[in-house]
């Protein structure tokens, strides 16, 4: 990732007591599911909707899924030991499971990639250091805030997905179905690193000054990203694909406008991701992936 990520301008950041934990409740459901993909069948390198604009988006973001879902697991698996719900502590083992498969059918999809003609080997190695960076000079405290936080981006990535049949429909049926399986996963587990976060004493200060870093930092690294792989592809150039792509995600339809009271919300003192209800349709989607599970 950028260095907007890699070296935030925090001073020390505080830490709290520890909020009490509900040792009562049950845990959610959070299944780990495996599925396998063969992107070979892929029609068309601008699988969505031909548009390479919409397609090189959605790869730059593949492209930081395997680094970033490691980093997450991390920085979770740092604060389990302190976990004193059995609840939480259950649901953490799940998070890490359902962070690792998905993961790991994005490196499948990142390798599919290569055969496309793009080179994302330097996309892979910069956002590789720039979470080490981030490792290597930033509390854990910190990592699990960031973790947090891009954990809301993920939450909210997968509700414009699974609420928005439009662009499912633009959607080679191949990449849907990884993408529809990941943020299936995504919204299941979105609350597990905040309550870790909150339970271990996590503050507002640091998850609001996190995310703030964090936002700026993820958007300017994925565009940076898209705009390496839509150079490396001839059929990407011209400024009028990328004013047109722009204009689809923040003016009309507006896809990415239409996330941002969503991400506003995590600005309030006493935001929690259950605040918003998982996607209508959560079943019809599970029942959609389900003959498609190989269990382990
Ligand atoms: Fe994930
Ligand atoms: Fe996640």
Known sequence: MTSAIATPVVGRLEERAPRHA???????????RRLVFDFTRVASRHWFGGDPFLTHLANAMSLTFPEGERFFMDAVKH??????????????SRFLGQEALPSRAHEVYNDWLRTTGLRPEGIE??????????????????QLAMTCALEHFTAMMAELLLEGAAIRELMDPEVRRLLVWHAIEETEHKAVAFDVYVETGGSYRTRIVAMLITTLGF???VAMFQRALMRQDPGARGLGVALRGIGKMWVKPGWFRRLVPAYLDYFRRDFHPWDRAAPEGMEGFKAEIAGDVIRA
């Not at 604060?79 to 953490?92: F, G, W």
């Not at 190695?125 to 979470?131: A, C, I, S, T």
Request: proline fraction near 7%; glycine fraction near 2%; charged fraction near 40%.
């Open 22 to 32: 509900d040792l009562q409740r049950a845990p959610r459901a959070i299944p780990v």
């Open 79 to 92: 604060y389990a030991d302190r976990i004193e719900s059995p609840a939480l502590r259950q649901e953490v």
């Open 219 to 221: 958007t300017i690294s």
């Open 125 to 142: 190695e910069r956002v590789k250091e720039g979470l080490d960076r981030v490792r290597q000079d930033r509390s854990h405290r910190y």
